[in-house]
């Protein structure tokens, strides 16, 4: 059974400009999730999805968005970039029924984006 | 509100050797599972070992073992006879409705 599938690994945009990360699930996963991962605030969570629907949100500005397909695929936008985007972004997903605290989170090997 | 603590930035062990990472927790839920990630320097989180709140045993995985202690609100992962290839970062979570990481432990193993 194929991974966690993130494109593109690596990315470096200028500041202003926005970015789109994708992320394929394992097949038969429904839920997605996304981490920001930096070495001074380790990993932060952005947001999840089910079934096409947000289920949580971290912290973070609305310059963070995301969707989920029908196909279970999802994407993830940052627009007006600023340095502080710099980061890897990991994108994981799991079984996850609603409530369904004890299933492993399976990750991608994640994008990594700078910005200039 | 959850959180999870791991104490230790850093750690040596000796090839061949046992080793614990430690990991605190605190919630308020009674439901909840708790994982250990272990991730090398290519960058991608490898699920390790899982715990359920309500298990009674400790879990193993192999040379993984979760050392849970519920009192202590503790759930130690304990490496045995570690390689060299287990050099990594690990990160110890929690999850009731959603996931919560510690900052990690980055282990050496030495040769």
């Known amino acids: 059974k194929a991974g966690v599938t993130q494109t593109p690994r690596y990315l470096i945009k200028t500041r202003g400009q926005q970015v789109t990360l994708s992320c394929s699930p394992i097949s038969g996963h429904r839920s997605v999730s996304w981490y920001q991962q930096t070495p001074g605030q380790g990993l932060q969570f952005l947001f999840e999805y089910f079934s096409e629907t947000q289920r949580n949100k971290g912290n973070f500005p609305g310059r963070f968005s995301g969707r989920q397909f029908s196909n279970s695929r999802s994407e993830m936008n940052v627009s007006t970039l600023e340095l502080g985007d710099s980061a890897l972004y990991l994108c994981a997903s799991s079984l996850g029924e609603t409530g369904d605290y004890n299933s492993p989170l399976h990750f991608g090997n994640g994008t990594r984006l700078t910005v200039t | 509100a959850q959180k999870i603590t791991q104490t230790q930035p850093g750690m040596f062990v000796q090839e061949k050797e046992a080793v614990t990472l430690d990991c605190t927790y605190d919630?308020?839920?009674?439901?909840?599972?708790l994982f250990w990630y272990k991730q090398p320097s290519s960058g991608e989180m490898i699920f390790l070992i899982y715990?359920?709140?309500?298990?009674?045993q400790n879990a193993t995985e192999g040379r993984y073992s979760l050392n849970f202690q519920k009192a202590r609100k503790s759930a130690n992962l304990v490496i045995s006879a570690s390689q060299l290839g287990d050099s990594a970062m690990y990160f110890c979570a929690i999850s009731t409705y959603k996931y919560i990481f510690g900052t990690g432990t980055r282990l050496k193993v030495l040769a």
């Open positions: 715990q359920g709140s309500y298990d009674e």
């Open positions: 919630t308020s839920d009674q439901s909840y599972g």
